[in-house]
């Protein structure tokens, strides 16, 4: 089941390059951006309180809430990043750029969560920069 939410996850990425490199259209990236975390907001509020998931804060511990709120800063300042590029360039060179994200994501959960990298994700990681780069010179 988690493939399958992965899959729709890139999906929806892709529809964010597309559709958000449309709406930038005259504006400034910055307002394009507050826009987007707003409605996603909603959204993710509006799907809490429909599936009354919302008790499950009660739950939260001063951990849970320190890391979310820093995952929510570092997802700020990405979304912040990606609509500047993609204001000043080509999705076609900043969405492969961005994916670089997956390589980054390897190499810090290796060094900070401590998980294995297989033989087989270090040479895929390697093939992925190396594609990246093609694409984007």
């Known amino acids: 089941m988690w493939a399958i939410y992965a899959l729709l996850s890139a999906l929806f990425a892709a ?10 259209a005259g504006i400034n ?14 959204l ?6 429909f599936t009354g998931r919302y008790g499950a804060i ?11 709120i820093l995952a929510g800063c570092a997802t700020g300042a990405s979304w912040l990043c990606y609509y500047r590029a993609l204001k000043l360039g080509d999705v076609s060179k900043v969405a492969p750029l961005d994916k670089l994200s997956l390589v980054i994501t390897l190499v810090l959960a290796a ?13 895929g990681a390697i093939l992925i920069t190396i594609g990246t780069l ?3 010179l």
């Open 134 to 136: 093609m694409m984007i």
């Open 29 to 42: 990236s910055n307002v394009a951006t507050a826009i987007h975390t707003a409605v996603a907001l909603i």
């Open 15 to 24: 529809m964010v390059a597309i559709l958000g490199k449309i709406g930038l």
């Open 44 to 49: 993710a509020w509006g799907i809490v309180l």
């Open 58 to 68: 009660h739950d939260l511990t001063a951990k849970n809430w320190l890391f979310l």
């Open 111 to 123: 060094l900070i969560l401590k998980e294995s990298l297989s033989t087989q994700a270090v040479i």
